[in-house]
């Protein structure tokens, strides 16, 4: 019986070094289906959108920003504003969404109605809908409430979707708008 546990001390001093150091193949695939499974989880926290800032910032460009960034970060990714821009034209709380395009205006076109003289539908306050002609207050509350619901209009004629605007109004207003 002594030789017997002798024999397996023995053994398990042999083994007990060579284990401690190995991985067997059914360790190492649950390591690797392990590492995936969070590999693809950090994928999903760190999508990511692209984004064209331009006009009054430093440097113009394309941009990839996180998933529910702020204009402001995007602003700031591109050099932040010049000391021309009309801060009061771009609303830098909107959230970004992949593919937009963040025009900032210069204050000096805003003063002498240049530029391109359009209102973004996207983009735009409530006041700034409300200096086209036919847009009250009301209209230009729903038009924004219609923006946020369906996050940002995909053409000017969508416009025609939102409560209370009619081709009458639409047709005065659509060369002044864009998306």
Do not use: W
């Not at 059914?26 to 331009?54: I, L, R």
Request: proline content about 3%.
């Amino acid at each position: 019986m002594r030789n017997k546990i002798l024999r397996v001390l023995v053994v398990l001093c042999a083994i007990l070094p060579l284990a401690s150091g190995c991985k067997d193949k059914s360790t190492e695939y649950f390591e690797e289906t392990a590492s995936e499974e969070v590999g693809s989880s950090a994928e999903k926290d760190t999508a990511t959108c692209f984004v064209f800032v331009c006009g009054e910032v430093n440097k113009p460009g394309v941009y990839d920003l996180p998933v529910k960034s702020r204009y402001k970060d995007a602003i700031e990714m591109a050099g932040g504003l010049t000391g021309n821009a009309d801060i009061t034209a771009v609303n830098q709380a909107s959230v970004v969404k992949d593919q937009d395009k963040i025009v900032v205006p210069s204050k000096t076109a805003a003063e002498h109605g240049s530029g391109t003289g359009l209102i973004s539908l996207n983009q735009c306050s409530k006041e700034q809908l409300m200096t086209l002609p036919g847009i009250g207050e009301a209209k230009a509350t729903s038009i924004i409430a219609y923006r946020d619901k369906k996050g940002g209009f995909k053409s000017v004629e969508e416009l025609l979707k939102v409560e209370g605007i009619k081709a009458g109004v639409f047709n005065k207003i659509k060369d002044s708008i864009s998306v």
